[in-house]
Nanobody, 132 residues
Framework: QVQLVESGGDLVQPGGSLRLSCAVS????????IGWFRQVPGKEREGVSCISPKDGLTYYTKSVEGRFIISRAKGENTVYLQMNSLKHEDKGVHYC?????????????????????????WGQGTQVTVSS
């Protein structure tokens, strides 16, 4: 089973940037869809972005489009989430998750990758705080 470890969370001022990393081990990254989610106390886990590492297809929730970039470093089993122009509402514990799918392009292109119930493997999370 694949294992995921997130890192890069921190306290940042509004308007600042952070880069989160999701290191994947135990299997090839190319056969999975990787998603980033965030959660604050009392609210459901929210999909932020997802990627098909094999072909680079990406999807973003509306609130982060144009500010966040999800990517896979070539030759590495790591997925990054570059977060720019951070806002208070971007705060929360950020998790990455992996889903083994037969048709990753459809899963990402349709936006189904933003549903947390599709994922079986999760990291432990990294805290992002946006505050002045």
């Amino acid at each position: 089973q694949v294992q995921l470890v997130e890192s890069g969370g921190d306290l940042v001022q509004p308007g600042g940037s952070l880069r989160l990393s999701c290191a994947v081990s135990g299997d090839r990254l190319d056969i999975y869809v990787i998603g980033w989610f965030r959660q604050v106390p009392g609210k459901e886990r929210e999909g932020v972005s997802c990627i098909s590492p094999k072909d680079g297809l990406t999807y973003y929730t509306k609130s982060v489009e144009g500010r966040f970039i999800i990517s896979r470093a070539k030759g590495e089993n790591t997925v990054y989430l570059q977060m720019n122009s951070l806002k208070h509402e971007d705060k929360g514990v950020h998790y990455c998750a992996a889903d083994f799918v037969l048709d990753p392009m459809y899963r990402v292109g349709s936006g189904l990758c933003m549903r947390s119930d599709r994922y079986l493997s999760w990291g432990q999370g990294t805290q992002v705080t946006v505050s002045s």
